[in-house]
Structures are given as structure tokens and as C-alpha cells.
Nanobody, 113 residues
């Protein structure tokens, strides 16, 4: 059974950077498309970025040019490098594998001065 654990969240000032990591156990990691989602208070969970098994990437418009998703199949990790952070990026960030319907527990990102 696939398990996902996110890490790397925290408090950062506007304009700062954070790197989130999602570590997977179980399953055939290299075959999965994986997404990073976020949910801000009072808002619906939204897809932020995703990466396919062939390393094709997708970014929602609001993070293009600022966030980069990458994967390391040997380590079974998917990272989200977040630069030029804005207050509107504040949310709980989750990784998700649609193929096995698994979510991590989430990691809080707070962008505030």
C-alpha cells in the first residue's frame, strides 16, 4: 500500500523560498503521475503542479515561473521548489497519486512578514 509523507513546510517572508518534499513508500513509484495540491482556509483544494511518469509537468497559472516540480524515482520523492513566495501561497500543501488515490497528511506553508 502506498504511503505519502510531506515535509518542508514552514513560515517564510514574502519573496522567500521553500522546498517541499513528498516521500513515498510502497507501490511502483516510477509509473505514477504525482501532483502537489494546496488548500487555503475557506477555499477548495486546488492542483498546483503535477509531473507524469515521463517527466511532463503542469503548473497552475498562478505559480508558473515561480514553482518547479521534480521527481527522483530512485529515492521515491517528488519535490516542489517554491520561489518568490506570496501571501496568497499560504495553504496546506498535499501530495497526491491519483492512480492509487493516496494523499499525504499535508504540510503547512505560511507566507507572512
Amino acid at each position: 500500500q502506498v504511503q505519502l509523507v510531506e515535509s518542508g513546510g514552514g513560515l517564510v517572508q514574502p519573496g522567500g523560498s521553500l522546498r517541499l518534499s513528498c516521500a513515498a513508500s510502497g507501490g511502483i513509484f516510477s509509473t505514477y503521475a504525482i501532483g502537489w495540491y494546496r488548500q487555503a482556509p475557506g477555499k477548495q483544494r486546488e492542483l498546483v503542479a503535477s509531473i507524469t511518469s515521463g517527466d511532463d509537468t503542469y503548473y497552475t497559472d498562478s505559480v508558473k515561473g515561480r514553482f518547479t516540480i521534480s521527481r527522483d524515482n530512485a529515492k521515491k520523492t517528488v519535490d516542489l521548489q517554491m520561489n518568490s513566495l506570496k501571501s496568497e501561497d499560504t495553504a496546506v500543501y498535499y501530495c497526491h497519486i491519483p492512480a492509487v488515490q493516496r494523499w499525504g497528511q499535508g504540510t503547512q506553508v505560511t507566507v507572512s512578514s
